[in-house]
């Protein structure tokens, strides 16, 4: 069975850098028939995919993120991790990491989520 686990501060200030971490079980990052996510979801909205790791460390990004997000991996931790520089208020969300499989494209596994709030 297949596991993610996110990991990380759940306050940041504004202009700092946001940093979570997701921890797989139960499977590869570098298996070829996956992807890997980072997806959120502020207070009163939908669901934002933000970026993606693919498993031979490739990354794609949000277009309205790219300029500020940077995804990458620890393979012998089986660990991905995000980072979000200069963060505001808006940046404050709920943070989901999952596993996406390049058969379906479809989001099958996701992290049960952490809350990150940006303020002072």
């Known amino acids: 069975q297949v596991q993610l686990q996110e990991s990380g501060p759940g306050l940041v200030k504004p202009s700092q850098t946001l940093s979570l971490t997701c921890t797989v079980s139960?499977?590869?990052?570098?298996?070829?028939?996956?992807?890997w996510s980072w997806i959120r979801q502020s207070p009163g909205k939908g669901l934002e995919w933000m970026g993606v790791?693919?498993?031979?460390?490739?990354?794609y990004y949000s277009p309205s993120l790219k300029s500020r997000i940077s995804i990458s991996r620890d393979t012998s931790k089986n660990q991905f991790s995000l980072q979000l520089r200069s963060v505001n208020p808006e940046d404050t969300a709920v943070y989901y990491c999952?596993?996406?499989?390049?058969?379906?494209?479809?989001?099958?596994?996701w992290g049960q989520g952490t809350q990150v709030t940006v303020s002072s």
């Open positions: 999952t596993r996406d499989s390049i058969t379906t494209l479809k989001h099958d596994y």
């Open positions: 139960g499977g590869s990052i570098t298996t070829n028939d996956y992807v």
């Open positions: 790791i693919r498993y031979d460390g490739s990354t």
